[in-house]
């Protein structure tokens, strides 16, 4: 099993950024996902997360209206698409298979001016 993340980077604030992740080694249209996220000093905290076809998703309260969580089944994609960014949005983020027990390296997003 393996989740590879990637587009993290450095945005200002009210910017955009768009996080993928990469599944393999397992079948993952038959999982959940979420995004989760860390901030320097802080526990982990579940951003958002999605159902297995897509139908269903659901976020903290933090980031609504301004992320959108997506899969692509066919692809083995998942998306975190991050509109408006916050100062407070830093941190690392991780693609999560919580049903599967598998964690992505993780990819660093910065947002300031």
């Known amino acids: 099993v393996q989740l590879v993340e990637s587009g993290g980077g450095l945005a200002q604030p009210g910017g955009s950024l768009r996080l993928s992740c990469a599944a393999s080694?397992?079948?993952?249209?038959?999982?959940?996902m979420n995004w989760v996220r860390q901030a320097p000093g802080k526990e982990r905290e579940l951003v958002a997360g999605?159902?297995?076809?897509?139908?269903?998703?659901n976020y903290v309260e933090a980031v609504k209206g301004r992320f959108t969580i997506s899969r692509d089944n066919v692809k083995n994609m998942l998306y975190l698409q991050m509109n408006n960014l916050r100062r407070e949005d830093t941190a690392v983020y991780y693609c999560?298979?919580?049903?599967?027990?598998?964690w992505g390296q993780g990819t660093q997003v910065t947002v300031s001016s």
């Open positions: 999560y298979a919580p049903h599967v027990g598998a």
């Open positions: 080694g397992f079948t993952f249209s038959s999982y959940a």
């Open positions: 999605i159902s297995s076809n897509g139908g269903t998703t």
